[in-house]
Every structure is written in structure tokens, then in C-alpha cells.
């Protein structure tokens, strides 16, 4: 059994707090709340996975832009432009009781997205 370091489950708050198509930083934890459009939840790990700058998200242009050497992101976390090597890592989410749950203790590095990987309420 892996076990989650203590403290690392990070209350964001009921799913209506969320509008769909919105992102939603939490900087104590280090990440974005994506709602997608079609009401579904991806938490994202804020560092770029080219060599760790917090990347914000620019609203105007739905897509992360890290500010060190310009890798983009999509709102999926996908790479639109390198040298990021690999999508923004994720953070499991859970919806109990009809509030969001985000388990930063650990970041999920992945190869792709896939629509598995969004939690839905
Ligand atoms: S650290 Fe983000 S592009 Fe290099």
C-alpha cells in the first residue's frame, strides 16, 4: 500500500463553486482547478515540466504560458509548444458529498491526456 503523506488532501470547495469552462488557482497547493466545458475536473500541476517555472494560466488566450523559455499549455495541461517535454503533471481529484478534493501529494506525470483523466461530479 502507498501511503499519502499527511495533510496532502487540499479542500477546494463545492462542485457549483466551479463554473464550467474556468480555471481556478490554488496557490497554496501549488495548482489549477480546470472545470472543462463539459463539467468535468483536472487539477494541474502549476510547474512546467521543461525545468519547473510556475506557469501561469492567460485567460485571453486559454492556455498556460511558462514565462522561462515560452512552452505552452493547453487547458488539458497538453504541450502546444515546447521545449516542455511532457503535459503538466496532474493531481487526483475526488467529488465527495459534492465537494472537490485534490491530493497534492504526490504529482502524476503523464504522456498524453486522456479523457480518463478527468473526474467527473
Ligand atoms: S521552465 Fe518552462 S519552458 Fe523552461
Keep these: 500500500m502507498v501511503r499519502q503523506p499527511v495533510g496532502s ?10 463554473e464550467p469552462g474556468t480555471v481556478t488557482a490554488f496557490r497554496e497547493g501549488k495548482f ?14 502549476r510547474q512546467c515540466t521543461h525545468l ?3 506557469v501561469p494560466w492567460i485567460a485571453e488566450q486559454e492556455r498556460f504560458a511558462c514565462p522561462c523559455h515560452a512552452s505552452e499549455f ?7 509548444s515546447p521545449p ?4 503538466l503533471d496532474l493531481f487526483p481529484v475526488r467529488i465527495e458529498n459534492g465537494i472537490v478534493k485534490v491530493d497534492t501529494g504526490v504529482p502524476v506525470k503523464r504522456a498524453t ?5 478527468v473526474v467527473r461530479a
Design 52 to 54: 519547473g517555472c510556475t
Design 84 to 87: 516542455a517535454p511532457r503535459p
Design 74 to 80: 493547453d487547458v488539458h495541461g497538453e504541450v502546444l
Design 32 to 45: 489549477y482547478l480546470v472545470r472543462l466545458a463539459d463539467g468535468g475536473f483536472l487539477a494541474l500541476h
Design 113 to 117: 491526456f486522456e479523457p480518463s483523466q
Design 9 to 18: 488532501v487540499h479542500v477546494a470547495g463545492p462542485v457549483e463553486r466551479f
